[in-house]
């Protein structure tokens, strides 16, 4: 009986520490993804500041604060990791992995 009970404890500590290293995955694809969006940021942005200040006007900073609005949002969204869109985005996220794996989805999840 208690070698059984441990080797339930077994099976249920390497799923827990898998779950961990999936989320984990996860994370670092968002922290990569968010990192791609800050170089285009800074770099389109640098661009057009110095086409804006060759041609003697300023009109680069409406850019510059609008697309600064959508990182500003992806940096929140980035630091959440947890609450009901974590979960879905964590869920899509599995779920295209199994697709590219070349894995079918399962029908109980």
């Given at each position: 009986?208690a070698?059984?009970q441990?080797l339930?404890?077994q099976?249920g500590?390497?799923?827990r520490?898998?779950?961990?290293?999936?989320?984990q995955?996860?994370?670092?694809?968002?922290r990569?993804?968010y990192?791609?969006?800050?170089?285009a940021?800074?770099s389109?942005?640098l661009?057009l500041?110095i086409?804006s200040?060759?041609?003697?006007?300023f009109?680069?900073?409406?850019p510059?604060l609008g697309?600064?609005?959508?990182?500003a949002m992806?940096?929140?969204?980035?630091?959440?990791?947890?609450?009901?869109?974590?979960?879905r985005?964590l869920?899509?996220?599995?779920?295209?992995r199994?697709?590219t794996?070349?894995?079918?989805?399962?029908?109980?999840?």
């Amino acid at each position: 009986a208690a070698e059984q009970q441990w080797l339930r404890e077994q099976e249920g500590r390497e799923e827990r520490e898998a779950e961990q290293a999936e989320i984990q995955a996860f994370l670092r694809d968002r922290r990569r993804n968010y990192k791609a969006h800050l170089v285009a940021y800074v770099s389109v942005n640098l661009f057009l500041f110095i086409i804006s200040i060759m041609g003697g006007e300023f009109w680069f900073i409406y850019p510059l604060l609008g697309w600064g609005i959508g990182l500003a949002m992806h940096t929140w969204y980035m630091n959440q990791t947890e609450g009901e869109t974590f979960e879905r985005e964590l869920e899509q996220w599995r779920s295209q992995r199994r697709l590219t794996r070349g894995n079918p989805p399962s029908l109980t999840s």
